[in-house]
């Protein structure tokens, strides 16, 4: 679903204008007044990817889904234009929990993105909040894989190290020559310690390929990572 292109709140719970989220969540009101998310990053590539991080507090224990929109530069009205995807998060003994999602959609840098938050219930869904305060989505880190060689400059093991590196999520991509089978060989794991989206889907392979990943990753330890 979305709500858009209108002159008040795409969701206004009290029909009173924003209501501001409070500690835990405690006060009553339509749909409990459920507090909505907040953003501390967005980033979007041209690879039709979206990263958001951000945190929601509310009631402690509790599951909650977070739906994401966006809206074009300039959008001042909360509201859900464009549905970009969802997640799932459970909040602590406090009420708290933090989110990193990656999404699918065409987002121009400088876009908004916007989420609302949902309490579930069973399989089911309960209160959903009001539109969050939008975050402007930036351009997305994105580094390329070139060779199959194990280590070095256009290798994958290159392109995790730098994403690793990188303050905010990265794109992995492949531009190996050739559209057969790509095998990598890895001496030893590759780690991941920040949010990294990795598309096999990028290299002439893949179309080749019947739409289908031609990236295999292969350890040298008898350790499979495909």
Partial sequence: NT???????????????????????????????QNFPTFTG?????????????????????TYRLDFYAAPSGTTVREGRVYLGYTTVTTDASGNVSFKATLSGTVATGGLISATAT?????????????????????????????????????LRAAIDAANAASGPTLIRFN?????LHTITSDDMLSISKQVIIDASTDDSYAANDNRPAIQIAGTSGNDER
């Fill in 42 to 62: 967005a980033q979007t590539s041209a690879n039709g990817y979206v990263a958001v991080q951000g945190a929601l507090n509310s009631l402690a224990s509790t």
């Fill in 119 to 155: 309490r579930m219930s069973g399989t089911g869904y309960a209160e959903t909040s009001e539109f969050s305060a939008y975050q402007a989505a930036t351009a997305m880190s994105v580094q390329t894989v070139t060779n199959t060689a194990s280590s070095g400059a256009g290798s």
């Fill in 3 to 33: 709500i858009s292109q209108t002159t008040v709140l795409g969701i206004d719970l009290a029909s009173d204008g924003i209501t501001n989220n409070d500690a835990g969540d405690p006060d009553p009101g339509p749909n409990a007044l």
């Fill in 176 to 180: 190996i020559a050739g559209t057969g």
